[in-house]
């Protein structure tokens, strides 16, 4: 299997993992989604909030594009139902992405000004675009902790049970 096909798993992973999470976040009331729980991004709405900026931070990097914010934990939304719509379409572009590049394109540099550093930096696309996914799921495992201790079950997150991977017939 290609790096490529690996990062259209990611990517496929990624937006199942999301959709889940604002399925069960919408039965959260907007009170309780945006209390400070102390995490480091104090909320379940904070949380969400950083992982759809990361995500589009680092897309903007990828595709080299200006996205310009202030900060990391920059509200981009504050509205719930606009927070599921926006992400909702940077999925939707990160698939696209993802599923257009080749296996030599993951193998060049990209450079690209850190927010946090200040400073330039030069890396390898496909080591940028593990990390992208490895942000992706860190984050949502802090909210996954906030949302568990409201009581919600948030069921099964392991990326070997998202629909369609498992390989039948295989002997």
Same mark, same amino acid.
């Given at each position: ?5 690996? /990062? ?6 990624? *937006? ?11 039965? @959260? ?21 950083? @992982? ?5 931070l680092w897309m903007s990097r990828f595709q080299?594009?200006? /996205? ?9 939304y504050s509205d719930y139902a606009e927070l599921k *719509? ?11 992405? @993802? ?33 992208? /996914? ?38």
């Open positions: 299997m290609s790096q490529t096909e690996r /990062f259209n798993k990611q990517a496929q992973y990624n *937006k199942w993992m999301n959709d889940h999470f604002y399925r069960l976040c919408g039965s @959260i009331s907007d009170e309780e989604r945006k209390r400070d729980k102390g995490a480091f991004f104090k909320s379940i709405h904070g949380t969400l909030n950083h @992982i759809l900026l990361g995500d589009r080299s594009t200006n /996205f310009d914010i202030k900060s990391l934990d920059q509200m981009l *719509k926006q992400r909702a379409i940077t999925d939707k572009n990160i698939i696209r992405y @993802i599923e257009a590049l080749t296996d030599d394109e993951i193998n060049h540099p990209i450079t690209f000004i850190s927010k946090v550093k200040q400073s330039q930096h030069i890396y390898i696309l496909s080591d940028c675009i593990l990390h992208f /996914f490895q942000h992706q799921i860190h984050h949502r495992g802090q909210a996954s902790t906030l949302i568990s201790q409201l009581g919600i079950d948030i069921g099964v997150t392991d990326m070997m049970w998202m629909p369609g991977i498992e390989k039948t017939g295989i002997v």
